[in-house]
């Protein structure tokens, strides 16, 4: 019987002779590897013409988007909240009915929460949404930085009525019909 090492030197050396019979004929063939070839380049043919036109076309004046930015600007504090209404932009605003604030929108939604931990808004939002409601959320800074979460919109105010019926009822909120609008 082979002790271990040497029966780990005959398989070593068995494997390399059967390495070195495969590889060294390939070595010394004269067919070898053949030089890679690229593929042919197709020509690009260029229309200048099409290029001159796009030269002659006028560039576009972006005057009245500058002015529509100054504007918008003009009417925002520095973190992007409208000064007249403290809505952030882009979000719904939602006006209680006996806040003098203009909404731009003939709409209604029913206000369910207003938070001071933007975390809990979101948890709540994501809740009514899992049980099918159209929720949304609306960031403040007036008086205080709050975030409210209202279902909506509707165009008809019975229609919120109703639906805060429902969602007082469900869930035991504590909510108001609200103007919505963006």
């Known amino acids: ?77 520095p973190e992007g909240y409208r000064l007249e209404t403290g809505v952030k932009i882009g979000e719904p605003v939602i006006v209680a009915e006996d806040e003098p604030i203009e909404v731009p929108a003939d709409a209604w939604a029913v206000q369910v929460g207003s938070f001071a931990e933007y975390e809990r808004a979101i948890a709540l939002r994501d809740r009514l949404r899992s049980d099918g409601y159209d929720a949304l959320l609306s960031s403040m800074n007036k008086p205080d930085r709050l975030t409210r979460v209202a279902v909506g919109p509707m165009i008809d105010r019975e229609d919120a009525e109703g639906l805060k019926a429902e969602l007082s009822e469900r869930y035991d909120f504590d909510s108001m019909v609200v103007r919505f609008g963006y």
Do not use: K
């Open 1 to 77: 019987m082979l002790n271990d090492r040497t029966r780990y030197r005959v398989t070593g050396t068995v494997f390399l002779l059967a390495v070195a019979a495969i590889c060294f004929p390939m070595l010394f063939d004269g067919d070898g590897l053949e030089p890679l070839a690229l593929p042919p380049v197709p020509e690009q043919h260029i229309d200048v013409s099409a290029a001159e036109a796009v030269q002659d076309e006028p560039v576009p004046d972006f005057a009245s988007t500058i002015a529509g930015r100054d504007e918008l600007l003009a009417e925002t504090d």
